[in-house]
């Protein structure tokens, strides 16, 4: 219980629950552009909706010059992977999946996130967390039946 209680005095778990809420936001209004335009504008439309955000965070300083060529690539990297899974994403939301079941299904990205970081970042998980992954993995596949 002292767990829970010190996760809800944190600032990573509230902002955590409001990425929660602004990615299921985002899937549904996904869901409805797909079927109203092509998976291409979309995904462009879309990019183009996150300007104004860029364009408050330079006018408020967040934004400063990047120092690292590497930050600079993974980001670059970032972003291309994330526009090739959105028109993925896209894909399934037109070829008239559930939405519930496509966005669940999807969200079993933290898999291969976990994969990738054991891999590449030496990272490790305690008992609890491995129990959680495979409870996540069970519900997810129960609820996409």
């Known amino acids: 219980m002292d767990t829970l209680s010190g996760a809800l005095n944190t600032r990573w778990f509230w ?12 899937a549904i209004f996904l869901k409805l552009g797909s079927v109203e335009i092509p998976s291409e504008p979309s995904l462009f439309l879309q990019t183009a ?12 300083g967040s934004v400063r010059g990047p120092q690292s060529k590497k930050g600079i690539m993974y980001s670059l ?4 992977i994330s526009g090739a899974g959105i ?5 399934a939301y037109r070829s008239g999946g559930n939405t519930s079941v496509v ?8 898999l291969v996130t ?18 959680g992954l495979v409870l996540a993995t069970v519900s997810i ?4 039946l």
């Open 87 to 91: 028109l993925c994403l896209l894909a």
């Open 15 to 26: 902002y955590s629950i409001l990425t929660v809420i602004g990615w299921a936001g985002w």
């Open 141 to 144: 596949v129960i609820f996409s």
């Open 49 to 60: 909706g996150m300007v104004p955000l860029a364009v408050v965070l330079w006018l408020g």
């Open 103 to 110: 966005a669940v299904t999807t969200a079993l990205y933290p």
């Open 77 to 80: 990297l970032n972003g291309i």
């Open 114 to 131: 976990f994969v990738l970081a054991v891999l590449l970042l030496r990272e490790k998980l305690n008992k609890s967390q491995m129990l």
